[in-house]
């Protein structure tokens, strides 16, 4: 159970084009939602919290209107990365939040995404 | 805010060794405590958490981790290793109630045959 998917598994874009990934929990409902950033030999860097029918959240530091996030469904949120520059190479990752009301709130993760940007 | 502390970068052992990575975070509130691997290619699974009870928790693939409160530790244990436990291991916290997750740097572990 907890399964998490992505996709695509890796893209390759044009400098000022725009990329969606997309990111389902597959056999469980998710609320909550997180999208991270994960650089070479480094730890992930969250960029937001995504909740279903509502705006994201974004962490400080994150342009919301070069990474859209919508989260329509309870199992479905994406990330829209606008005008795609070569620094915004990297490992995109998914998250969702399975938990119940006590406080036992575990994330599980997707598999990345790996954008590269010519 | 809450700050998580890896204390090693890059541990480098032997099959058969002992492996213990050290966790620490500055929270002082309740907290759950979560160790992820993050194998060579692979997406990050976790290993272990802790919510509440027994400060000694089992995860998979003979790991264990220990909260200690009043170190603000959780540090990960493995009695014997093997190879391919080479993997990137991620401490992470979150507040009771809340899903968002602060990870530590993260340690690189590589065990040799």
């Known amino acids: 159970g907890a399964v998490v998917s992505q996709h695509p598994s890796r893209v390759i874009c044009k400098s000022g084009t725009s990329v969606k990934i997309e990111c389902r929990s597959l056999?469980?409902?998710?609320?909550?939602m997180f999208w991270y950033r994960q650089f070479p030999k480094k730890s992930l860097m969250l960029m937001a919290t995504s909740n279903e029918g509502s705006k994201a959240t974004y962490e400080q530091g994150v342009e919301k209107d070069k990474f859209l996030i919508n989260h329509a469904s309870l199992t479905l949120s994406t990330l829209t990365v606008t005008s795609a520059h070569p620094e915004d190479s990297s490992f995109y990752i998914c998250?969702?939040?399975?938990?119940?009301?006590?406080?036992?709130?575990?994330?599980?993760f997707g598999p990345g995404t790996r954008l590269t940007v010519l | 805010a809450q700050s998580v502390s890896q204390h090693n970068h890059h541990v480098i052992l032997s099959e058969a060794a002992s492996l213990e990575l050290g966790c620490n975070y500055s929270y002082g509130g309740t907290v759950n405590l979560f160790w992820y691997v993050q194998y060579p290619g692979q997406h990050l699974q976790l290993l272990l958490k802790?919510?509440?009870?027994?400060?000694l928790v089992k995860g998979i693939k003979g790991f264990e981790a220990e909260f200690i409160k009043s170190k603000f530790s959780f540090n990960l244990r493995k009695p014997s290793v093997q190879w391919s436990d080479t993997a990137e291991y991620f401490c992470?916290?979150?507040?009771?109630?809340?899903?968002?997750?602060?990870f530590g740097a993260g340690t690189t572990v590589t065990v040799r045959a």
């Open positions: 992470a916290v979150n507040e009771r109630g809340d899903y968002k997750l602060s």
């Open positions: 802790y919510f509440s009870g027994d400060p």
């Open positions: 056999d469980f409902q998710a609320t909550t």
């Open positions: 998250s969702a939040g399975s938990g119940t009301s006590g406080g036992a709130d575990t994330q599980y």
